[in-house]
Nanobody, 119 residues
């Protein structure tokens, strides 16, 4: 499985961005997909996850501002980010896994896309 992320950029605080992730290859093996982010000097953190059954989970810091979605027919996933804050600045990665457990490790990773929020 290969993952291709896109949609990052520079935005002012309060603005919006939409990230997209396209999956290719043996996508029938994928259950969960997710967005992670890593800011300079910080550990990578889970932002949002979505199962093939469209169950969603969010980090507390993005609840109410970010929305994860998925189109299983098109093998794509998106992250709509609204009311962006400077602390959302990070490299965002899309990830996918075969496992059915929300907490298990992810098997596949895309390249990162930079999101920068200016104050």
């Amino acid at each position: 499985v290969q993952l291709q992320a896109s949609g990052g950029g520079l935005v002012q605080a309060g603005g919006s961005l939409r990230l997209s992730c396209a999956a290719s290859g043996h996508t029938f093996t994928i259950n969960y997909m997710a967005w992670y982010r890593q800011a300079p000097g910080k550990q990578r953190e889970l932002v949002a996850a979505i199962s093939s059954g469209i169950n969603t989970n969010y980090a507390d810091s993005v609840k109410g501002r970010f929305t994860i979605s998925r189109d299983n027919a098109k093998n794509t996933m998106s992250l709509q980010m609204n009311s962006l804050k400077p602390e959302d600045t990070a490299v965002y990665y899309c990830a996918a896994k075969k496992g059915l457990n929300l907490m298990s490790d992810y098997d596949y990773w895309g390249q990162g896309t930079q999101v920068t929020v200016s104050s």
